[in-house]
T-cell receptor, first 114, second 114 residues
Framework: EDKVVQSPLSLVVHEGDTVTLNCSYE??????LLWYKQEKKAPTFLFML????IEKKSGRLSSILDKKELFSILNITATQTGDSAIYLC??????????????FGQGTILTVHP | EAQVTQNPRYLITVTGKKLTVTCSQN?????MSWYRQDPGLGLRQIYY???????DKGDVPEGYKVSRKEKRNFPLILESPSPNQTSLYFC?????????????FGPGTRLTVL
């Protein structure tokens, strides 16, 4: 059974801090790892990672994948109150009838105080 | 505008009264999926469909049915809802042929079963 574990489950920081969110996974047939941000509505796509060691970057957010150790991290530098959200990690399965199946972690609740 | 739509957005019903939550996408995506989101459990996949007339169970299919008669629509049917199906439901879609597994989510349907 595919499994995704995120840590920490909850994080409270002050504006300007840098945070690192972790995601480890076990999947039978790995295709990609995705990060989503969820505010009070539907998850919105942040990054898709398929190759180890290649950093994806978007503004203050960046992410990297380690396919040997089966984990990914999401970094947010100079946090702002608008970064407060649930961050979801998901792994996409590549195999047969499971193609495209997404398994999500529990999410990390990030709260950024002014 | 490219989007996934769901209806209704909010629904309160009683145990045993059949209901359908509709999902429609205008992006010509082959793949569509339903998830439920519960506190502490993250997003869990209910059913998914890789194309018209092709559906398969996700991780938590019990108590749900789906159909995929047209490419754009993927309704979720609860034949006899029970209180443990009270949850936030998301529909999502993507196109494997576009080289990405990033799924696009609808706005969510909050269901309460009394």
């Amino acid at each position: 059974e595919d499994k995704v574990v995120q840590s920490p489950l909850s994080l409270v920081v002050h504006e300007g801090d840098t945070v690192t969110l972790n995601c480890s996974y076990e999947v039978t047939n790995f295709r990609s790892l995705l990060w989503y941000k969820q505010e009070k509505k539907a998850p919105t796509f942040l990054f898709m990672l398929t190759s180890s060691g290649i950093e994806k970057k978007s503004g203050r957010l960046s992410s990297i994948l380690d396919k040997k150790e089966l984990f990914s991290i999401l970094n947010i530098t100079a946090t702002q109150t608008g970064d407060s959200a649930i961050y979801l990690c998901a792994v996409a399965n590549a195999g047969g009838t499971s193609y495209g199946k997404l398994t999500f972690g529990q999410g990390t609740i990030l709260t950024v105080h002014p | 505008e490219a989007q996934v739509t769901q209806n209704p957005r909010y629904l309160i019903t009683v145990t045993g009264k059949k209901l359908t939550v509709t999902c429609s996408q205008n992006m010509n995506h082959e793949y569509m999926s339903w998830y439920r989101q519960d506190p502490g459990l993250g997003l869990r996949q209910i059913y998914y469909s890789m194309n018209v007339e092709v559906t398969d169970k996700g991780d938590v299919p019990e108590g749900y049915k789906v159909s995929r008669k047209e490419k754009r629509n993927f309704p979720l049917i609860l034949e006899s809802p029970s209180p443990n199906q009270t949850s936030l439901y998301f529909c999502a879609s993507f196109s494997p042929g576009q080289g990405s597994t990033a799924q696009y989510f609808g706005p969510g349907t909050r269901l309460t079963v009394l």
